[in-house]
Every structure is written in structure tokens, then in C-alpha cells.
């Protein structure tokens, strides 16, 4: 006989929330303090997965996870320095401690230099190179063995038209982005017998911190926003499991500026 004091609950069977745990996935988002990644945190969070966000801002990482747990998601945040090996390999391990094992890492961590070419001192060369190629790198070697021993996963490279598009002032910015492009496509073609995805998402023009006060002023009002990026993010990582979607342009409905 059931006994009302034992504790048990009376409440029905609840199948849909089992289905969603069972659906539910690890998400590491790096570069997620701010503009894109923040926005692809909260969207991965809102479909129900577990976030790991890492960055280097410990107080707008504090802040975004206090947001999505306020609206009842799962996240945890990291400091990380994704230039640094020690560090990737250390915000790995806690990640999958704290979450478990990362199903799938979206390497959105960027910066850039508007500067030409001759102006472009071997600081901004090293910077950029270090986090946009380099960073992507070390983070995509921390998770894929397990990736490949599960014989699944999914990596996401948000990168940049630039990556195949010239533009004045953005030499190093581009030669990164076409390096991880090459570095991603490469890739894929190697673990993809192994069910692993590859995609690369190559934005035009976002309003994000990126850009200068004066660019914002003069263009903002052209440029897409950072939660249209994110929801594209979403898509990609949501296709069925016979489905890839490997590289996706978007650029804002008035082209390049």
C-alpha cells in the first residue's frame, strides 16, 4: 500500500521532462562575456542544455549566469585564457567536472585590429593570431578525444566573411579567419566517419564590441544583431543526426559595409 507519509509524490508521471533531460546536452561557449557568445549561452540555455561560458571578464560572466539561472537554466562559468594551453586544458577539466562531458564546443572567442597592413605592429599580429586561430585550436584539441571516443559531437566555429572576402584594414583579422576556416574544413574531413561535426558560421557585420563607438554611430543601424547570430548557432547544432550543415554566410540585408 502507498503510505502518504512516506514522502513519495503523488504528482503524474512526468514524460516530457524525462525526454528533455534525456535531450539534454553540455554546451561550451567560449568568448561568452559579451555580444555573440553571450548570446548563444542564453539561446543554448533556453532549448535546455547545460552552458559552461568562459572568457576572461570574471564579473560579465558572473552576470550572465546569474541571468540564465534566473530564468531557470543550468550554466557555470569559467575564466579562461584561450591563448594559454594551461589554461584550456584546466577550464576543460572543471567543465566536465561540474557539467559533464562537453557534447558540443562553440569556438566564438575573437578579437581583431582595425589597422592597415604596414601599420599592424607584430603585438596585434601575435593577439589576434593567438586567440582566433590559436585559441580554437587549443579548445577543439581539449575536447575531441572524447569526442572520438563516444564517436560523437559537434564543434562550431563562429568565424567571419572576412575569412574569404578582402577588406581594407582587416589583414590579420582575415589571414586568422581563413586559417581557422582551412584548419576546420580540414578537420571535418578527418572525423567525419567518426559522426563528428564540423560547421563554420561566417557573419558580415555585427553590432558587437568589436566596433568603435563612431563605426556603431555611422553603421549600426545596417548591421545584424548579435541574437540573430546566436539563433543560427542553434539551428546548426539542432539538425538531425544524418544532417550537417558545414559552412553558413549571413551577412545584413544591405551587404558588406
Same mark, same amino acid.
Given at each position: 500500500m502507498h503510505s502518504e507519509k512516506s514522502g513519495a509524490s503523488t504528482k503524474p508521471f512526468n514524460k516530457f521532462h524525462i525526454f528533455k533531460i534525456m535531450r539534454q546536452?553540455?554546451?561550451?561557449?567560449?568568448?561568452? &562575456?559579451? !555580444?555573440?557568445?553571450?548570446?548563444i549561452a542564453?539561446?543554448?540555455?533556453?532549448? =535546455?542544455?547545460? *552552458?559552461?561560458? $568562459?572568457?576572461?571578464?570574471?564579473?560579465?560572466?558572473?552576470?550572465?549566469?546569474?541571468?540564465?539561472? &534566473?530564468? !531557470?537554466?543550468?550554466?557555470?562559468?569559467f575564466i579562461c585564457?584561450?591563448?594559454? =594551453?594551461?589554461? *584550456?586544458?584546466? $577550464?576543460?577539466?572543471?567543465?566536465t567536472e561540474d557539467l559533464g562531458k562537453v557534447d558540443c564546443l562553440v569556438n566564438n572567442a575573437g578579437t581583431t585590429v582595425f589597422k592597415s597592413f604596414t601599420d599592424t605592429s607584430i603585438s596585434d599580429y601575435d593577439n589576434v593570431l593567438n586567440t582566433n586561430l590559436r585559441g580554437a585550436f587549443l579548445c577543439i584539441k581539449s575536447v575531441l578525444p572524447e569526442m572520438l571516443t563516444k564517436k560523437k559531437g559537434h564543434i562550431i566555429n563562429v568565424l567571419s566573411v572576412a575569412a574569404n572576402t578582402a577588406f581594407e584594414n582587416s589583414s590579420v583579422y582575415a589571414a586568422s579567419k581563413a586559417a581557422l576556416l582551412a584548419m576546420s574544413n580540414s578537420l571535418r574531413s578527418e572525423v567525419r566517419?567518426?559522426?563528428?561535426?564540423?560547421?563554420?558560421?561566417?557573419?558580415?557585420?555585427?553590432?558587437?564590441?568589436?566596433?568603435?563607438?563612431?563605426?556603431?554611430?555611422?553603421?549600426?543601424?545596417k548591421m545584424m544583431q548579435p541574437i540573430d547570430i546566436a539563433k543560427i548557432v542553434l539551428t546548426v547544432f539542432n539538425q538531425p543526426d544524418r544532417v550537417l550543415i558545414e559552412d553558413i554566410i549571413v551577412r545584413p540585408e544591405f551587404g558588406d559595409l
Open positions: 546536452k553540455v554546451i561550451w561557449v567560449s568568448g561568452s &562575456s559579451s !555580444g555573440i557568445g553571450r548570446e542564453k539561446e543554448f540555455s533556453k532549448a =535546455g542544455h547545460k *552552458v559552461a561560458v $568562459t572568457a576572461r571578464r570574471k564579473n560579465d560572466l558572473a552576470k550572465l549566469v546569474n541571468e540564465i539561472r &534566473s530564468e !531557470g537554466g543550468i550554466a557555470s562559468a585564457n584561450v591563448m594559454s =594551453g594551461k589554461s *584550456v586544458i584546466s $577550464t576543460f577539466k572543471k567543465i566517419s567518426k559522426k563528428i561535426k564540423v560547421s563554420n558560421i561566417l557573419p558580415g557585420a555585427v553590432e558587437t564590441e568589436m566596433w568603435d563607438k563612431k563605426s556603431i554611430e555611422q553603421f549600426g543601424h
